[in-house]
């Protein structure tokens, strides 16, 4: 039974690894607090162009 047990577990978690391969997470991409900053600052910028071009 052991010998058995043992084959079927093996396959089971073969099994179950290359499902998990298949199902991506839809759990969104970890930011670092520095990248926020960085986008956030390109954000100003692009605001602040635009306002500029809207002005004349």
């Known amino acids: 039974m052991n010998r058995r047990k043992k084959i079927v577990t093996k396959f089971q978690k073969k099994d ?9 997470s839809n759990k969104p991409a970890y930011i670092s607090k520095a990248e926020r900053e960085k986008l956030e600052q390109q954000a100003e ?7 500029n071009q809207e002005q004349p």
């Open 45 to 51: 910028q692009s605001t602040q162009i635009e306002q």
């Open 16 to 24: 179950k690894r290359a499902n998990a391969k298949l199902h991506k």
